[in-house]
Protein backbone atom coordinates (compact mmCIF):
# COMPACT_ATOMS: atom_id res chain seq x y z
CA UNK A 1 0.00 0.00 0.00
CA UNK A 2 1.04 3.74 -0.95
CA UNK A 3 1.88 5.88 1.97
CA UNK A 4 0.81 9.36 1.24
CA UNK A 5 1.95 12.34 3.51
CA UNK A 6 -1.07 14.53 4.98
CA UNK A 7 1.25 17.03 2.80
CA UNK A 8 1.53 15.63 -0.38
CA UNK A 9 -2.62 14.65 -0.16
CA UNK A 10 -3.29 18.39 -0.13
CA UNK A 11 -0.47 19.15 -2.65
CA UNK A 12 -2.50 16.90 -5.02
CA UNK A 13 -5.89 17.62 -4.24
CA UNK A 14 -5.01 21.34 -4.02
CA UNK A 15 -3.64 21.03 -7.61
CA UNK A 16 -6.33 18.88 -8.79
CA UNK A 17 -9.34 21.76 -7.52
CA UNK A 18 -7.45 24.27 -10.16
CA UNK A 19 -6.79 21.68 -13.24
CA UNK A 20 -8.45 22.82 -16.62
CA UNK A 21 -8.62 18.79 -17.02
CA UNK A 22 -9.76 18.70 -20.70
CA UNK A 23 -6.46 21.81 -21.78
CA UNK A 24 -4.18 19.67 -19.06
CA UNK A 25 -5.03 16.38 -21.19
CA UNK A 26 -5.03 17.99 -24.48
CA UNK A 27 -0.90 19.80 -23.48
CA UNK A 28 0.39 16.61 -22.00
CA UNK A 29 -0.91 14.26 -25.12
CA UNK A 30 0.31 16.42 -27.90
CA UNK A 31 3.65 17.27 -26.31
CA UNK A 32 3.63 13.37 -25.83
CA UNK A 33 3.26 12.89 -29.62
CA UNK A 34 5.17 16.22 -31.11
CA UNK A 35 8.25 15.41 -28.27
CA UNK A 36 8.34 11.45 -28.79
CA UNK A 37 6.72 11.02 -32.33
CA UNK A 38 7.20 7.58 -32.01
CA UNK A 39 3.89 7.00 -29.81
CA UNK A 40 2.28 8.47 -32.66
CA UNK A 41 2.06 4.21 -33.45
CA UNK A 42 -1.24 3.87 -31.52
CA UNK A 43 -3.24 6.77 -32.75
CA UNK A 44 -3.37 5.21 -36.74
CA UNK A 45 -7.25 6.05 -36.39
CA UNK A 46 -7.15 9.60 -34.95
CA UNK A 47 -6.59 10.84 -38.57
CA UNK A 48 -3.59 13.34 -39.27
CA UNK A 49 -1.12 13.54 -36.36
CA UNK A 50 2.07 13.76 -38.15
CA UNK A 51 2.86 16.99 -36.97
CA UNK A 52 2.67 19.37 -34.14
CA UNK A 53 0.10 21.67 -36.18
CA UNK A 54 -2.02 18.81 -37.10
CA UNK A 55 -1.73 16.96 -33.75
CA UNK A 56 -2.34 20.34 -31.92
CA UNK A 57 -5.93 20.84 -33.64
CA UNK A 58 -6.70 17.26 -33.96
CA UNK A 59 -9.95 16.93 -31.86
CA UNK A 60 -9.79 13.01 -30.99
CA UNK A 61 -5.98 13.83 -29.88
CA UNK A 62 -8.64 16.68 -27.17
CA UNK A 63 -10.98 14.23 -26.50
CA UNK A 64 -8.56 11.74 -25.79
CA UNK A 65 -6.00 13.63 -23.73
CA UNK A 66 -9.44 15.54 -21.26
CA UNK A 67 -10.63 11.10 -21.21
CA UNK A 68 -6.93 10.17 -19.53
CA UNK A 69 -6.88 12.89 -17.21
CA UNK A 70 -10.74 12.42 -16.31
CA UNK A 71 -9.29 9.24 -15.59
CA UNK A 72 -6.45 10.72 -13.51
CA UNK A 73 -9.35 11.92 -11.25
CA UNK A 74 -10.27 8.25 -10.19
CA UNK A 75 -7.07 7.85 -8.97
CA UNK A 76 -6.76 10.59 -7.10
CA UNK A 77 -10.19 9.94 -5.55
CA UNK A 78 -9.09 6.78 -4.61
CA UNK A 79 -5.47 7.46 -3.40
CA UNK A 80 -5.52 4.34 -0.79
CA UNK A 81 -6.00 1.82 -3.82
CA UNK A 82 -4.83 3.45 -7.01
CA UNK A 83 -4.14 -0.31 -7.90
CA UNK A 84 -7.84 -1.61 -7.66
CA UNK A 85 -9.45 1.07 -8.95
CA UNK A 86 -6.99 0.90 -12.54
CA UNK A 87 -7.16 -2.80 -12.71
CA UNK A 88 -9.26 -3.21 -15.08
CA UNK A 89 -7.85 -0.50 -17.01
CA UNK A 90 -4.19 -2.11 -16.82
CA UNK A 91 -6.07 -5.12 -18.18
CA UNK A 92 -7.46 -3.12 -20.97
CA UNK A 93 -3.80 -1.16 -21.85
CA UNK A 94 -2.07 -4.49 -22.11
CA UNK A 95 -5.11 -6.67 -23.55
CA UNK A 96 -7.05 -4.77 -26.09
CA UNK A 97 -4.76 -1.99 -26.50
CA UNK A 98 -1.16 -2.88 -26.34
CA UNK A 99 0.68 -0.02 -25.16
CA UNK A 100 4.04 -0.53 -24.24
CA UNK A 101 3.85 0.54 -20.25
CA UNK A 102 6.71 3.07 -21.00
CA UNK A 103 4.48 5.39 -22.64
CA UNK A 104 3.10 5.80 -19.10
CA UNK A 105 6.33 7.30 -18.09
CA UNK A 106 6.50 9.64 -21.40
CA UNK A 107 2.51 10.99 -20.53
CA UNK A 108 3.09 11.29 -16.87
CA UNK A 109 6.54 13.56 -17.67
CA UNK A 110 4.63 15.75 -20.20
CA UNK A 111 1.49 15.80 -17.17
CA UNK A 112 4.17 17.06 -14.79
CA UNK A 113 5.01 19.84 -17.88
CA UNK A 114 1.63 20.82 -18.97
CA UNK A 115 0.99 21.20 -14.71
CA UNK A 116 4.29 23.82 -14.49
CA UNK A 117 3.47 25.68 -17.77
CA UNK A 118 -0.32 26.32 -15.75
CA UNK A 119 0.80 27.08 -12.57
CA UNK A 120 4.38 28.53 -12.75
CA UNK A 121 5.61 29.00 -9.26
CA UNK A 122 2.73 27.92 -7.47
CA UNK A 123 4.46 24.68 -8.85
CA UNK A 124 6.58 24.53 -6.30
CA UNK A 125 10.01 21.51 -6.16
CA UNK A 126 7.49 20.28 -2.87
CA UNK A 127 4.34 20.26 -5.13
CA UNK A 128 6.35 18.81 -8.09
CA UNK A 129 7.15 15.42 -6.28
CA UNK A 130 4.18 15.07 -4.82
CA UNK A 131 2.66 14.85 -8.30
CA UNK A 132 5.89 12.86 -9.52
CA UNK A 133 4.99 10.17 -6.98
CA UNK A 134 1.37 9.95 -7.89
CA UNK A 135 2.44 9.69 -11.51
CA UNK A 136 4.92 6.89 -10.37
CA UNK A 137 2.10 4.96 -8.10
CA UNK A 138 -0.34 5.20 -11.32
CA UNK A 139 2.54 4.12 -13.86
CA UNK A 140 2.73 1.41 -11.52
CA UNK A 141 -1.15 0.44 -11.20
CA UNK A 142 -1.33 0.55 -14.78
CA UNK A 143 1.32 -1.68 -15.72
CA UNK A 144 0.06 -3.89 -12.47
CA UNK A 145 -1.62 -6.74 -15.41
CA UNK A 146 0.83 -6.94 -17.90
CA UNK A 147 2.41 -10.28 -18.22
CA UNK B 1 18.84 11.93 -32.95
CA UNK B 2 20.11 14.97 -34.39
CA UNK B 3 19.45 18.50 -34.09
CA UNK B 4 17.82 19.76 -37.22
CA UNK B 5 18.32 23.59 -37.80
CA UNK B 6 15.04 24.11 -36.53
CA UNK B 7 15.66 22.78 -33.61
CA UNK B 8 18.58 24.67 -33.19
CA UNK B 9 17.22 27.89 -34.00
CA UNK B 10 14.77 27.46 -31.14
CA UNK B 11 17.44 26.37 -28.45
CA UNK B 12 18.66 29.60 -29.16
CA UNK B 13 16.24 31.57 -29.35
CA UNK B 14 14.85 30.53 -26.21
CA UNK B 15 17.83 30.80 -23.99
CA UNK B 16 18.18 34.38 -25.52
CA UNK B 17 14.69 34.90 -23.04
CA UNK B 18 16.05 33.25 -20.42
CA UNK B 19 19.43 34.21 -20.72
CA UNK B 20 18.57 37.37 -17.83
CA UNK B 21 17.14 34.79 -15.43
CA UNK B 22 20.16 31.87 -15.99
CA UNK B 23 21.16 31.99 -12.60
CA UNK B 24 17.75 31.43 -11.02
CA UNK B 25 16.61 29.08 -13.09
CA UNK B 26 19.70 26.67 -12.74
CA UNK B 27 19.36 27.19 -9.30
CA UNK B 28 15.64 26.16 -9.05
CA UNK B 29 16.15 23.07 -11.81
CA UNK B 30 18.77 22.06 -9.29
CA UNK B 31 16.15 22.30 -6.19
CA UNK B 32 13.83 20.56 -7.73
CA UNK B 33 16.18 17.69 -8.72
CA UNK B 34 16.80 17.43 -5.21
CA UNK B 35 13.30 17.81 -4.12
CA UNK B 36 12.04 14.88 -6.80
CA UNK B 37 14.76 12.73 -6.57
CA UNK B 38 16.23 12.67 -3.33
CA UNK B 39 18.70 9.87 -4.22
CA UNK B 40 20.77 12.81 -6.33
CA UNK B 41 21.53 14.58 -3.03
CA UNK B 42 24.37 11.45 -2.53
CA UNK B 43 26.22 13.89 -4.93
CA UNK B 44 26.09 16.85 -2.48
CA UNK B 45 26.94 15.17 0.89
CA UNK B 46 29.65 17.92 0.89
CA UNK B 47 26.92 20.53 1.14
CA UNK B 48 26.24 21.88 4.78
CA UNK B 49 22.39 22.40 3.72
CA UNK B 50 20.54 20.20 0.62
CA UNK B 51 16.82 21.66 1.35
CA UNK B 52 15.62 22.98 -2.21
CA UNK B 53 16.27 26.13 -1.29
CA UNK B 54 20.18 26.11 -0.13
CA UNK B 55 22.07 28.49 -1.25
CA UNK B 56 25.07 26.01 -2.16
CA UNK B 57 22.27 24.34 -4.57
CA UNK B 58 20.91 27.45 -6.27
CA UNK B 59 24.47 27.98 -6.65
CA UNK B 60 25.27 25.24 -8.47
CA UNK B 61 22.25 24.63 -10.06
CA UNK B 62 23.17 28.36 -12.18
CA UNK B 63 27.41 27.28 -12.58
CA UNK B 64 25.15 24.32 -14.74
CA UNK B 65 23.26 26.26 -16.28
CA UNK B 66 26.38 28.46 -17.51
CA UNK B 67 27.22 25.06 -18.72
CA UNK B 68 24.50 24.89 -20.79
CA UNK B 69 24.61 28.27 -22.38
CA UNK B 70 28.26 27.29 -23.13
CA UNK B 71 26.50 24.44 -25.36
CA UNK B 72 23.87 26.32 -26.62
CA UNK B 73 26.80 29.19 -27.97
CA UNK B 74 29.00 26.23 -29.42
CA UNK B 75 25.32 24.21 -30.72
CA UNK B 76 27.19 23.24 -33.88
CA UNK B 77 29.40 20.84 -31.81
CA UNK B 78 28.80 20.41 -28.53
CA UNK B 79 31.19 17.84 -28.31
CA UNK B 80 34.13 20.70 -28.22
CA UNK B 81 31.79 22.71 -26.55
CA UNK B 82 32.05 20.74 -23.27
CA UNK B 83 35.19 18.70 -23.70
CA UNK B 84 36.78 19.73 -20.66
CA UNK B 85 33.45 19.00 -18.88
CA UNK B 86 32.99 15.89 -20.57
CA UNK B 87 36.57 14.71 -18.84
CA UNK B 88 35.67 16.05 -15.31
CA UNK B 89 32.57 14.07 -15.50
CA UNK B 90 34.25 11.20 -16.54
CA UNK B 91 37.13 10.93 -14.35
CA UNK B 92 36.23 13.31 -11.53
CA UNK B 93 32.61 13.48 -10.94
CA UNK B 94 31.63 10.01 -12.34
CA UNK B 95 27.96 11.14 -11.75
CA UNK B 96 26.13 7.66 -13.10
CA UNK B 97 24.68 9.16 -16.72
CA UNK B 98 21.14 8.43 -15.19
CA UNK B 99 20.69 11.15 -13.45
CA UNK B 100 21.24 13.65 -16.53
CA UNK B 101 18.25 12.61 -17.34
CA UNK B 102 16.77 13.12 -14.56
CA UNK B 103 17.94 16.60 -14.56
CA UNK B 104 17.05 17.11 -18.11
CA UNK B 105 13.12 16.54 -16.59
CA UNK B 106 13.42 18.84 -13.92
CA UNK B 107 15.19 21.69 -15.89
CA UNK B 108 12.28 21.36 -18.69
CA UNK B 109 9.61 21.92 -16.01
CA UNK B 110 11.62 24.94 -14.44
CA UNK B 111 11.81 26.41 -18.19
CA UNK B 112 7.68 25.28 -18.63
CA UNK B 113 7.08 26.81 -15.27
CA UNK B 114 9.14 30.53 -16.39
CA UNK B 115 7.65 30.19 -19.96
CA UNK B 116 4.12 29.26 -19.46
CA UNK B 117 2.37 29.13 -22.75
CA UNK B 118 5.94 29.98 -24.79
CA UNK B 119 7.22 26.35 -23.95
CA UNK B 120 5.15 25.04 -26.92
CA UNK B 121 5.61 21.30 -27.68
CA UNK B 122 8.09 22.45 -30.53
CA UNK B 123 10.11 23.99 -28.13
CA UNK B 124 9.83 21.53 -25.27
CA UNK B 125 11.17 18.87 -28.24
CA UNK B 126 13.97 20.71 -29.64
CA UNK B 127 15.10 21.10 -25.47
CA UNK B 128 14.57 17.58 -25.29
CA UNK B 129 17.03 16.87 -27.91
CA UNK B 130 19.28 19.17 -26.86
CA UNK B 131 20.02 17.93 -23.58
CA UNK B 132 19.96 14.46 -24.30
CA UNK B 133 22.60 15.60 -26.67
CA UNK B 134 24.10 17.49 -23.99
CA UNK B 135 23.65 14.60 -21.45
CA UNK B 136 25.87 11.98 -24.25
CA UNK B 137 28.77 14.47 -24.62
CA UNK B 138 28.91 14.24 -20.63
CA UNK B 139 29.32 10.41 -20.60
CA UNK B 140 31.31 9.84 -23.61
CA UNK B 141 34.09 9.52 -21.97
CA UNK B 142 33.28 7.27 -19.03
CA UNK B 143 34.36 3.99 -20.71
Known sequence: MVHWTDEERQAITSIWAEVNVEEAGHQALTRVLVVYPWTQRYFSTFGNVSNATAIAGNHMVRAHGKRVVVALGDAIKNLDNVKATYAKLSELHSEKLHVDPENFKLLGETLIISLAAQFGAAFTPDIQAAWQKLMAVVTAALSKQYY | ?143
Open chain 2, 1 to 143: MTLSAHDKELVAKTWTKIAPKAAQIGGEALGRLIAVFPQTKTYFSHFADLSASSPQIKAHGAKVLGAIGQAVSGIDNVSASLSKLSELHAYNLRVDPANFKLLAHTLLVTLSAYLGAEFTPEVHLAWDKFLALVATVLSEKYR
